[in-house]
């Protein structure tokens, strides 16, 4: 038979709302690196006061140009370090809310296994009460034969044919209990009807604590008070996100080598470089 720690290791592992909900933690890991990277610089060139038709000192137009830059952005408003923080708050939240799934999956297999159980214990009740009905019957039938009256035979039968179906009853509740069982535990609709566990409905754990430790334990340990904790500061790094998202980035241009061309008129080319800044004004 199936025991209680063998169901909750087949519906950790296998029932699909949590092994759906579990792909979003390497998601949230995986934003978490997206959150990080750094942007890229931009490699510009480009060719200035180019002629139409040939340079010539008759016709000057000025020393065509040939220009390399580079633009790196700078995120002067800690853009980047607000995107890791609310990413890595939102996996810690998410870690959180999954444990919690688990948590509720668990508390509904117990309920299941448990009716299980409850409904195998109802069948073999009834089973011994149609032996006792079928024994009140004969005896009934014996002394019928020795002036009793018809009355009590007729109403021993009754009562066996209404336990007949009780029985029948209890042992669709059963199949009905253990298809519930086995979607949880995802096991195949030909597998539900031969799920057999091994488990009683007797305590045998000590027992719990009183009230206020119970309290004091719920607000330790349980992940779904730990989720709500852990969402006030995973809101309040999104404001500060929201807040570094109103300033666009700067960028830092350099250019290392810039040509002109001077051999139309004459002269040496020359070559030189160049240092700027292009600021967004938050105007609008």
């Not at 942007?39 to 390399?68: C, E, W």
């Given at each position: 038979g199936?025991?209680?720690?063998?169901?909750?290791?087949?519906?950790?592992?296998?029932?699909?709302?949590?092994?759906?909900?579990?792909m979003?933690?390497?998601?949230?890991?995986a934003?978490?690196?997206?959150?990080?990277?750094?942007?890229?610089?931009?490699?510009?060139?480009?060719?200035?006061?180019?002629?139409?038709?040939?340079?010539?000192?008759?016709?000057?137009?000025?020393?065509?140009?040939?220009?390399?830059?580079?633009?790196?952005?700078?995120?002067?408003s800690?853009?980047?370090?607000?995107?890791?923080?609310?990413?890595?708050?939102?996996?810690?939240?998410?870690?959180?809310?999954?444990?919690?799934?688990?948590?509720?999956?668990?508390?509904?297999?117990?309920?299941?296994?448990?009716?299980?159980?409850?409904?195998?214990?109802?069948?073999?009740?009834?089973?011994?009460?149609?032996?006792g009905?079928?024994?009140?019957?004969?005896?009934?039938?014996?002394?019928?034969?020795?002036?009793?009256?018809?009355?009590?035979?007729?109403?021993?039968?009754?009562?066996?044919?209404?336990?007949?179906?009780?029985?029948?009853?209890?042992?669709?509740?059963?199949?009905?209990?253990?298809?519930?069982?086995?979607?949880?535990?995802?096991?195949?609709?030909?597998?539900?009807?031969?799920?057999?566990?091994?488990?009683?409905?007797?305590?045998?754990?000590?027992?719990?604590?009183?009230?206020?430790?119970?309290?004091?334990?719920?607000?330790?340990?349980?992940?779904?008070?730990?989720?709500?904790?852990?969402?006030?500061?995973?809101?309040?790094?999104?404001?500060?996100?929201?807040?570094?998202?109103?300033?666009?980035?700067?960028?830092?241009?350099?250019?290392?080598?810039?040509?002109?061309?001077?051999?139309?008129?004459?002269?040496?080319?020359g070559?030189?470089?160049?240092?700027?800044?292009?600021?967004?004004?938050?105007?609008?």
């Open positions: 199936l025991t209680l720690d063998q169901a909750v290791d087949l519906l950790v592992h296998q029932n699909l709302d949590l092994r759906s909900k579990f979003e933690i390497p998601q949230a890991r934003d978490v690196l997206t959150a990080g990277l750094r942007a890229n610089p931009i490699l510009y060139a480009d060719s200035q006061l180019v002629p139409y038709g040939s340079d010539s000192i008759r016709k000057p137009d000025g020393p065509t140009q040939y220009d390399l830059n580079i633009s790196h952005p700078l995120d002067l800690h853009k980047r370090q607000a995107r890791k923080d609310l990413a890595v708050r939102s996996l810690s939240v998410m870690e959180a809310q999954y444990q919690n799934e688990v948590r509720l999956a668990i508390q509904n297999l117990y309920n299941a296994y448990v009716d299980v159980l409850t409904a195998r214990y109802t069948i073999g009740y009834i089973r011994k009460s149609i032996v009905l079928d024994e009140v019957l004969r005896v009934n039938r014996g002394l019928f034969e020795k002036n009793a009256t018809s009355a009590d035979v007729d109403q021993a039968r009754s009562d066996r044919e209404v336990a007949v179906v009780n029985l029948m009853d209890a042992e669709e509740a059963l199949r009905q209990r253990k298809r519930t069982l086995s979607e949880l535990l995802n096991l195949p609709p030909e597998q539900a009807e031969h799920l057999e566990l091994r488990g009683t409905l007797g305590d045998r754990a000590p027992p719990p604590p009183g009230l206020p430790e119970l309290i004091h334990i719920a607000r330790d340990s349980r992940p779904d008070l730990a989720a709500y904790r852990l969402g006030v500061p995973f809101a309040e790094s999104n404001v500060r996100l929201q807040r570094a998202n109103r300033f666009s980035d700067a960028y830092l241009l350099f250019q290392p080598f810039t040509f002109q061309n001077n051999a139309p008129y004459g002269r040496q080319s070559t030189s470089w160049a240092l700027g800044i292009t600021v967004p004004l938050p105007v609008y």
